[in-house]
């Protein structure tokens, strides 16, 4: 399923990510692509969120991943920094997917991931300043697009 998705604010965008992390379960990823400034942390912190994460959660940029313990375990990569797919597969960054816990995943495509069952949220700043357009592609996750209809552009 693909759905073009559109939020007005970063509260928004960040209500967005609640509303797909309530879609997350064990083993899923929810993959999130865009430029720099685009959102991919605050859809990222939304979708914690609903899986039960709380207090602050700070973009593990310079860390890779941050662990973080909700209703499932949540791990908050970001991968930008990453030469390539050897690097990540050298680090053994790979044994974190799938199992018991949720991964939200910033710049897959650094390292040409690609994950079953998994979101794929594509952002791109829109128009407005705050505004975002977020194409959004399922593989094996089940979305209930009435429950998006809000942000729903394509509808």
């Known amino acids: 399923m693909a759905l073009r998705l559109k939020t007005r604010s ?3 965008t960040f209500a967005l990510g609640r509303a797909l992390g309530a879609f997350l379960h064990p083993g899923d990823a ?5 430029d720099l400034g ?9 979708a914690a969120q609903a899986l039960g994460v709380e207090g602050p959660m700070p973009s593990p940029s310079f860390n890779i991943m941050f662990p973080y313990e909700g209703r499932v375990p949540v791990y908050h990569f970001d991968l930008y920094r990453l030469s390539g797919p ?3 597969y050298a680090a053994g ?4 997917f799938g199992g018991a ?4 995943v910033e710049w897959p495509e650094t390292v040409e991931l690609s994950l079953h069952p998994c979101l794929h949220a594509a952002i ?3 128009e407005n300043e705050g505004e975002r ?3 959004l592609e399922t593989d094996g996750v089940s979305l209930d697009a009435a429950a998006l209809g809000q942000w729903r552009t394509d509808a």
């Open 101 to 104: 816990s949720v991964c939200l």
């Open 93 to 96: 960054l790979d044994e974190w």
């Open 124 to 126: 791109r700043r829109a």
């Open 86 to 88: 050897d690097e990540f």
């Open 10 to 12: 970063e509260g928004d």
């Open 30 to 34: 929810l993959l999130l692509s865009g």
């Open 133 to 135: 357009f977020i194409d």
């Open 38 to 46: 685009t959102g991919k942390s605050v859809l990222a912190r939304g």
